[in-house]
């Protein structure tokens, strides 16, 4: 039997049934916190890569607005249109010296995605994708089953659990299954040898049975909370390929780019025929 491997055995009469609805609670619980992690992961690498490749875009479009509005002003002289030119070049340019004031940690939009990566112990560098590849998913997947916390019988247990976890999640954010192997086999090899757990008593299990269904409450609210995010909401329009989802919304805002350059080019024309005319 491998070290890792939970001590199912109780030999208290009467306890067998409760023990497998335990395990039954257990593997389900485990099966729901693995789809919760790996959507949050999706959530949250969808995050970082819609700042990176589509910030810019973005950024241009604000940018176009701001001289469209600016040209239209310049053009009828009207105090309102000077408001909205105002409006338009206010939400362009940056809080002043915001970002030297927290280091480049923090600029008019909020903190950067990259400090947050470095406060949360993630890699600054953005993912290469939104959803890992289908094999480090199931390393993920087969990894987290064997080496949940919630198999734990002590809580020396569970700490060692829960820190190898950490390190797993971390591993499968950054889609690295090099990492995610080596993981795998220092599981395999097990901790040192230990004393075997005390067994469970059937208030205990009742207890477990009780703390299992509060943990399956509270993924469920944050798996709402993520659904209903912004990001969460977008992934759900594609929840087969994500990726291909960042594709399609950057071809839309190029050609909402292409349009406001239009724009800005007979708004302009307009502005200088007026001029010549003058």
Avoid: C
């Avoid at 239209?72 to 009207?78: E, L, M």
């Amino acid at each position: 039997m491998n070290a890792n491997s939970p001590n199912s055995a109780s030999g208290e009469p009467g306890t067998e049934r409760l023990e497998k609805a335990v395990r039954a609670a257990e593997t389900a619980l485990i099966e729901y916190e693995i789809a919760v992690e790996t959507f949050r992961v999706e959530v949250e690498n969808f995050s970082r890569l819609h700042h990176q490749r589509l910030g810019p875009l973005h950024a241009r479009l604000d940018e176009l607005d701001a001289q469209i509005a600016e040209a239209v002003a310049a053009r009828t002289q009207d105090p309102e249109d000077q408001r909205r030119a105002d409006e338009a070049r206010g939400a362009v340019l940056p809080m002043p010296r915001v970002e030297e004031l927290f280091f480049g940690w923090i600029d008019s939009g909020g903190m950067l995605p990259e400090a947050q990566a470095m406060l949360n112990e993630q890699s600054v560098s953005p993912p290469g994708r939104v959803r890992p590849s289908e094999e480090v998913r199931k390393a993920y997947r087969d990894l987290v089953r064997r080496s949940h916390p919630d198999l734990a019988q002590d809580e020396a247990e569970r700490d060692r659990r829960e820190a190898f976890l950490v390190r797993v999640n971390k591993a499968y954010a950054e889609g690295d299954g090099q990492a995610l192997a080596a993981l795998a086999e220092e599981w395999e090899a097990g901790p040192l040898p230990a004393a075997e757990a005390e067994l469970l008593r059937s208030e205990e299990l009742y207890a477990r049975l009780e703390w299992l269904a509060q943990r399956k409450e509270t993924l469920s609210q944050m798996a709402a909370e993520l659904e209903e995010s912004a990001i969460g909401a977008m992934l759900k329009m594609a929840p087969d390929d994500p990726d291909t989802l960042l594709e399609e919304i950057a071809e839309k805002l190029l050609a909402q780019v292409a349009e406001r350059e239009q724009e800005l080019v007979r708004v302009t024309e307009e502005l200088r025929k007026e001029r010549e005319q003058a």
